[in-house]
């Protein structure tokens, strides 16, 4: 099996990707969103797939959770249950876009990298790393309040974005994702169990921040996405419903991004050494 991470275009037609100006055009933010993003730290409702997009990322989604895959080897991490309590679930992972043509593919998803690139301001924009976050029905469990920022300071400067699509329609019942609108302005704040006590973050906060603590529920139809920025405390509560929450992150940064340590970035990749630019086999240009 090849490792799809020596591909930096995308291999199947699942994704057209625009060859003039005028064909990215449709794809445009307008000059409130943006707005909105800045000044919230988020930006929802944007649709990413449409129904056969999203049926060929849910087949490729239940062949790559298979532990017994013959690329298995190829995943950074890979949690069936992310969470300490055997009785909520968190499957968990990087790295499926190296195994999977459609999810290696949905990175070049012109709706996804026009949107990245303008919320980046307009920048040239690099892929960092990609998440599944899958919570079944019945016993799915958290993932705990958090800025993304907080687990990546080994790259800098801060100029990083996140994507969080679903595969499934995403409620309050089924463990959608939450933002605190405006905590991106509050800085950064240390860094709590991603899949331990939902309420973690609350040792790390000022009192004034306890106050500004305001979840809003970010629901959303099957295919849309929402971005937020690095610094956003965001996360989402346990799955009791009877349908699961499947849904995937991609997460970018703008180019000319650098390398903070001399460990590695992500496992398996090759160390890129502290003040070195993030780029190569694992970190393409998408724009």
């Not at 055009?25 to 997009?53: A, M, T, W």
């Not at 959770?65 to 968990?92: C, M, Q, R, W």
């Not at 799915?140 to 080994?154: C, I, K, L, M, P």
Request: hydrophobic share 35%; aromatic share 12%; charged share 20%.
């Amino acid at each position: 099996m090849q490792d799809l991470s020596l591909i930096h275009k995308p291999i199947t037609g699942l994704f057209p990707y625009p060859k003039t100006q005028e064909e990215w055009e449709p794809y445009r933010l307008s000059q409130e969103q943006v707005d909105f993003f800045h000044e919230q730290g988020y930006l929802s409702g944007i649709k990413l797939l449409d129904e056969n997009q999203i049926e060929i990322l849910k087949k490729e989604l239940d062949e790559v959770a298979d532990p017994k895959h013959p690329s298995h080897h190829l995943f950074h991490e890979f949690h069936s249950n992310e969470s300490d309590d055997p009785n909520t679930v968190l499957f968990h992972s990087l790295g499926h876009w190296r195994i999977s043509k459609a999810f290696h593919d949905v990175i070049w998803n012109p709706a996804f990298v026009m949107a990245a690139s303008q919320l980046l301001g307009n920048q040239k924009v690099r892929f960092w790393h990609d998440q599944l976050f899958c919570k079944p029905a019945h016993h799915g469990g958290v993932v705990a309040w958090h800025q993304d920022y907080s687990y990546w300071t080994r790259t800098i400067k801060m100029q990083h974005l996140t994507c969080w699509c679903g595969l499934d329609d995403a409620t309050t019942e089924n463990g959608c994702l939450y933002y605190i609108p405006g905590s991106h302005k509050w800085g950064l704040l240390e860094k709590p169990a991603l899949a331990g006590k939902m309420d973690g973050l609350m040792e790390f906060m000022t009192e004034e921040q306890k106050a500004a603590f305001k979840p809003v529920a970010i629901e959303l139809k099957a295919g849309y996405g929402t971005f937020h920025h690095p610094l956003m405390v965001h996360g989402s509560y346990e799955n009791r419903s009877p349908r699961s929450r499947r849904a995937f992150v991609l997460n970018v940064f703008a180019d000319g991004t650098i390398s903070n340590t001399d460990d590695e970035l992500l496992k398996g990749v090759p160390i890129i050494e502290k003040g070195h630019k993030m780029e190569g086999q694992f970190f393409p240009l998408l724009n």
